[in-house]
């Protein structure tokens, strides 16, 4: 199995900064693209920024200027630096990778346990 792994996260007040990042483990053969979401209280999970194996980024608009997806392809890590935070991007972020493992025919989409962000007013 693959496990995505996230640490960050927190309470910060609004303008403020914080890092995420997520790492994968398990027999991993490989990751291709990789990306974080968030879902606020009460709506859909949205995407928030992926980033592609090559390097290739995409950002939702709410936050395109401000937040900052990089990876680390050797070890299967994804990071978001993420500024001038405001209220609304409160939310559980969740990690995600599509990947393959070790043996298997297949790709498959993995998620992160989720970590909280809240920005303070």
Not at 34 to 56: F, N, T
Not at 88 to 106: H, P, S
């Amino acid at each position: 199995q693959v496990q995505l792994v996230e640490s960050g996260g927190g309470l910060v007040q609004a303008g403020g900064s914080l890092s995420l990042s997520c790492a994968a483990s398990g027999r991993i053969l490989s990751i291709n693209n990789m990306a974080w979401y968030r879902q606020a209280p009460g709506k859909q999970r949205e995407l928030v920024a992926e980033i592609a194996r090559g390097g290739s980024t995409n950002y939702a608009d709410s936050v395109k200027g401000r937040f900052t997806v990089s990876r680390d392809n050797a070890k299967n890590m994804v990071l978001l630096q993420m500024n001038s935070l405001k209220p609304e991007d409160t939310a559980v972020y969740y990690c995600y990778a599509r990947g393959i493992r070790i043996g298997a025919t297949r790709w498959s989409d993995y998620w992160g346990q989720g970590t909280q962000v809240t920005v303070s007013s």
